[in-house]
DNA sequence: GATGAATGAGGGTTCATTCAT
DNA sequence: GATGAATGAACCCTCATTCAT
């Protein structure tokens, strides 16, 4: 919703802007030409900065890459964790919110969508597995997203929660990819019910569902 | 259809041998170390030839790329059109052979999977506009299995094609990460009737079910 | 002599203690790494204060280098000078007593006994000027010793000055290395003595030699 | 004695002609200003070829090093050896030969000569293992050279030859400097014939030094 | 057709030095 | 006096591409 969402924490010392200017820069830099084909030079640049300064900040490309990852990842990760710990939602509207969250993340911030997507090839060990930890912890999100359909009776109890994850993620990702592609900022809305729909009508609880049906009656 | 690019290694003419060797080891290399992270002369030494020898067949690194991919694009379309075009089959049949295809496409082929997901970021405008052209003849085929759908009722009529063949190839390149990330090679056929069944049981036109439903009594 | 560059680490005075600790990380520093190795960050961090002190200090890398190597050759120089200047002293004795000041030096100063022999190539034409400066001061020593001995009567009088001191200072040199990479603290008292014998009896004046011989009949 | 010592084993084809002449420059850049002052790129202009070229014949900047300190050490060497097994030569004038082989070498390859001497602070422990044989493989030479002076009756049969040696590679190293600094080429002979003086009177078996004083008589 | 030595533009990284605080 | 963030020139090395054989 903010328009900007890694606002810096203290931003009153100039050393902390500059690290974030640097970040930011990041962003756009490895958001548009990807990881091997950014250079140093470049993002220098555009965050007004000398080639050195950034390593002042950043022992090498790969740590400052994992740094705008990071930030990524925790910031829709925060705002999806404060989307699942609103009190006194019905389940659809809470997967409904959700959804329409990532794929805002992914509309704001579209540069940076295809980091999850895209596979590591090439990154040192190390930051293999950062990548691998913060997928994890969003996939964990999604997890517990589905388990709460389940638990509140919306999913059938039978279902194989990694794989429902699995459907779900792969459908939020094309979605933010098309956006990517197309510019469709206002069928974020349309996209997510389409979503929720298609998750709800197939894997709802058909039993519940006559329940709801009848408890409307 | 072509017969160079079809041909298998018992090709008698030795250029084209040559070719397809060097295609093959692009396949392999392109496919374990990404794009950027290739280098020609691995290549040339995965294929057991000079690294003079790459630019006889093809223009440049782009180029081979390209050629491979064509190669991969063309394999897979291939069988999903002989799919499609099965005579009498059932629409569910049909999309749970389709379905299995892919996955078992990109199983086989799984150091290529990352291609169809890759950001196409970095590459000449000429190369970007031969993937997207690839991509839309992959996804042609998707929408023409999803108009089937339509067509024969089992899917309701009001769905806006490009929406569900959005979520649907979503769904197929996250299966088809998920298989690259762990190599559950017996878990296609599960994945695929996972996948159907979410999609039918989701959009699914519920009037023709019922009459399913009642056919059936 | 001079109170800066001797003054012990119990200075009163802040901002010598500062540049003494700072030539004492110098000299540690320079000595594990060698001039072109260490680097400025390191130093400053051994000496425990910022960067941008060293240059409040010292203009300059170099600055610092010659700051070091000058408080060092000072310091073997005026042990050797108090040596030859040591009274009522047979000249073997003298010789005995300034080969084994050299090898005690070399030794505890290990790290440092490198920049004699280090080649000054890629230095300024000021600090190579400085460099020679204080080796021909170090030489000049050198050669005081043997005219002493020439002057004496134990070594022959018809002795090229420079040659034997080239030689002499060779030797020193190369055990002073051999201490260096074996460890072999413990020796320096065989090692003089074996140089002394070995110039002595080499170059001394045979009739003067059985003069001695007969003296002691 | 010959001018020039690496000449080419088979300079006839023109890829080993390039290597020939990439050492060639490695061995006047390096000399002149030292491993860590020379540039890849200056030894590339002086080789006139390009930089790359200079990664096709040579891992590192320390492989061209390396591959630069072995043929020198292989040239010295096999000089050392001929010398050494000239047949019916007495010792004093083997010593002799030795000692201005030694000499003219360090002549000839001014630049290098600091290669011995030079410590190699810096260098990858692969290289300073390269170093250490190569030093020793020149080491054992001179070792030889002392034990057939004590074999032969002409040094005394109680030396510890790695003190012996310790002292003659210093005096060689220190009048090779010499030449490095001086350029007194026409001094070699003279230079030869004191170290061999200091070396024979110094350390020479007097018994049997009598024995020949006799036999003269 | 095939080869591989040669090329050089370009990238990531280091580090001595400066200067505002 | 002291600091350390900022700078940018310079370096080593990679690799797609060429071309003589």
Chains 1, 2, 3, 4 share one sequence.
């Not at 094309?174 to 389409?194: D, S």
Request: aromatic letters at 10%.
């Amino acid at each position: 919703m903010s328009d900007k969402i890694e606002a810096p924490k203290t931003a009153i010392c100039p050393e902390a802007e500059t690290k974030a200017r640097i970040l930011d820069s990041a962003l756009t830099i490895f958001g548009e030409k990807g990881y091997h084909q950014a250079t140093m030079a470049e993002i220098a640049e555009a965050a007004r900065v000398g080639k050195g300064t950034l390593y002042w900040h950043f022992a090498s490309k790969e740590d400052l890459f994992a740094g705008m990852v990071e930030q990524l990842t925790q910031g829709i990760n925060l705002k999806l964790k404060s989307v699942l710990e609103t009190p006194d939602q019905p389940f659809p509207e809470l997967l409904l919110a959700f959804t329409k969250e990532c794929l805002a993340y992914s509309y704001h911030h579209r540069e940076v969508a295809r980091f999850f997507m895209s596979t590591s090839q090439g990154f040192s060990e190390e930051l293999r597995k950062k990548l691998r930890k913060w997928r994890i912890e969003f996939l964990a999100l999604n997890t517990e997203l589905i388990r709460l359909g389940i638990e509140t009776g919306y999913f059938r109890p039978d279902l194989e929660l990694a794989k429902v994850v699995t459907a779900f993620t792969g459908m939020l990702f094309a979605f933010g990819e098309r956006q990517l592609l197309e510019e469709n900022w206002n069928e974020i809305e349309a996209e997510a019910l389409f979503i929720k729909d298609l998750l709800i009508q197939g894997i709802a609880n058909k039993s519940r569902e006559d329940q709801i049906d009848e408890e409307k009656t």
